[in-house]
Each structure stands twice: as C-alpha cells, then as structure tokens.
C-alpha cells in the first residue's frame, strides 16, 4: 500500500466504490490505496469470512485467505460465506468462490491450511497487512511474530461466548500481542464455545473497518489500545496495554536474534521455510 501506482479505474469500479468514494478523506486515493492493497486473513469462520466479505466489498486488491478443515453443520450459525451443500468440504475454497461471486476485481488466493512455522513468513512476505481471526491462539503468535519481524501491521480480533476484543499492532509503534497478552491462556476446547453468529458478525465488521482505516489513511485505527465489549451487556472499554521494552518478539534485540537466525540458515533451510 506504499507503492501507489497511477490506476485507472474502470467505469464499472466508479460506479461500485462510489457511495465510499464519496466519503470525507477517502476519495479515489483512499480506493486506489485499496486496490494496491493484498490483506491476509487468518480463520476464515464466523469471524474471518465476515472480515474477507467486507474488505472484498470495499475493494481490496487481493486477500490471501488461510484456513485449514472441512465445513461442518455447526459452523452454519455463523459463517456466512458458506453453504448448506458445501458441508464435509474445505471451507477457504467455498469462501473464495462466494466472495469472488460478490466481488469478481478481487483476487482471491485460498490456502486450504493453518498458519503454520513453515508457511507464516513467505504469506506475510507477500502482504501488506494481517487480520488475525484464527481459533487457536498458537497461529494467532506465529503470525503476530512474523508480522513484526517483516513489519507489517495486524488487525487483532478475538472472541469467546458474548465476549470480544480488538486492538491494532503496528511493529515499532504500539504494543505487539506478546505484549499485550505475555502469559499464554490454555487453548480452547477443539469442540468450540459457545456462539451466536452476530457477535462474530459485530467483531469481524470493526475488524474489516481498522485495515480500511490503516489502509486509506480515513479516521483514527486503534493503535495501542485494547478494545474490549461485552455483547451481553453492550458495554464498551478501551484500555491502554504495556508495551514491552524487553518483549521476546517485539523488542529490537528479539528482531535483531531472528533476523540473524535466518541469515545463518543454508539455501535448503530457508528454501523449506520460504524465507
Ligand atoms: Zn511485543
């Protein structure tokens, strides 16, 4: 999104953007910061696929799309991008055939798997920014790792029952997750929490909001603050995390470790790890 290249948008793009087009402070320069623009998403669920809907809405240029598994009846509460005959098959390619359907400018690359060790660093490599709404807590540090080794930003979303918070990593600038969240809770039960689609829904749609934000330069992201809500209540707080001078991902000495680690590797290594 810092390489601004004169796009010409076609008559049909005008005329689909233009109801944001029109926005105070967005403007074409906001839609071609779009364009420009490749996005991950992480999980692409309840949360993940509501995210993609509406980054894929607003224009982005292409969304890497990381999920791993097949479609289950329980996930038909919540993951809209989905369908009734789609079940026992890979969600992300349902997700690309969807929003492609929605928003054929985007291009769409699915990748049927978690976020892993050995594929973090080549798919933040290819970004410009992240949107972290995997389920399990260990993809969400390997790619806020990778995010900040290769200083891309990260929209952090998360939920549990009626419960949720959001916050935006920009590396050097703010807090990491590390930082925010330095004791690791113990990984959710596979078979899942409790959910009703809507809270997911209300997440993924301030989630999608903040890299619209980051991206087009419209408003103020949420940078170093921690948004938490509770969707029982409908209340609302923001808080300000620690940022850690002697984080173990974020500080300079841990980037300067990693780096380092990676300049010792053969060719064969970092072929493997697509460094
Ligand atoms: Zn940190």
Not at 102 to 131: C, F, G, H
Not at 199 to 208: K, Q, T
Not at 222 to 235: A, F, H, K, P, S
């Amino acid at each position: 999104m810092n390489h601004l290249e004169l796009f010409d948008f076609t008559p049909k793009e005008l005329e689909r953007y233009r109801r944001q087009i029109m926005l105070p402070g967005f403007g074409e320069s906001g839609q071609r910061h779009l364009k420009n623009s490749t996005a991950i998403v992480s999980g692409v669920g309840g949360l993940g696929g509501t995210v993609a809907l509406y980054l894929a809405v607003a224009g982005i240029g292409k969304l890497i799309l990381v999920r791993g598994g097949d479609l289950r009846l329980d996930d038909m509460n919540r993951q809209i991008l989905m369908t009734d005959d789609w079940v026992g098959k890979p969600r992300v390619f349902k997700a690309k055939e969807t929003l492609s359907k929605i928003n054929p400018d985007v291009e769409i690359e699915a990748i049927a798997d978690y976020i892993t060790a050995e594929n973090v660093d080549s798919i933040v490599q290819r970004a410009d920014i992240a949107l972290s709404c995997a389920y399990s807590f260990t993809e969400r540090d390997l790619l806020n790792a990778a995010c900040v080794l290769w200083d891309k930003p990260m929209v952090e979303a998360a939920m549990d029952g009626m419960d949720a918070y959001l916050t935006t990593i920009v590396p050097g600038e703010t807090p990491c997750l590390s930082c925010i969240f330095p004791e690791k809770p113990p990984e959710w039960d596979k078979r899942g929490f409790g959910v009703v689609g809507a809270v997911p829904g209300s997440l993924a749609c301030l989630a999608a909001l903040e890299a619209i934000k980051l991206i087009t330069g419209v408003g103020k992201p949420l940078l170093g603050q921690l948004l938490t809500m509770d969707l029982n209540r409908l209340e609302f707080a923001k808080r300000r995390p620690y940022h850690d001078p002697d984080c173990p991902v974020c500080s300079e000495k841990a980037k300067q470790g990693k780096k380092q680690a990676i300049e010792l590797l053969t060719t064969e290594e970092k072929k493997l790890l697509n460094v």
